[in-house]
């Protein structure tokens, strides 16, 4: 138990946290491009 309260392994779990919390971002970040894009197709499309 000693070896979870070392500050190595916590600032490790931070990091991973901190990661995944980027990951997240990106992703959303990807979405909304994403979906924008589609978006803007569809109402050109629409407007054949």
Same mark, same amino acid.
């Given at each position: 138990?000693?070896?979870?309260?070392?500050?190595?392994?916590?600032?490790?779990?931070?990091?991973?946290?901190?990661?995944?919390?980027?990951?997240?971002?990106? &992703?959303? !970040?990807?979405? %909304?491009?994403?979906?924008?894009?589609?978006?803007? &197709?569809? !109402?050109?499309? %629409?407007?054949?």
């Amino acid at each position: 138990m000693a070896l979870k309260n070392s500050p190595a392994i916590q600032s490790e779990s931070r990091k991973n946290n901190e990661g995944e919390e980027f990951q997240m971002q990106g &992703r959303d !970040q990807l979405f %909304s491009t994403l979906s924008s894009t589609c978006l803007r &197709r569809f !109402q050109c499309y %629409s407007n054949w």
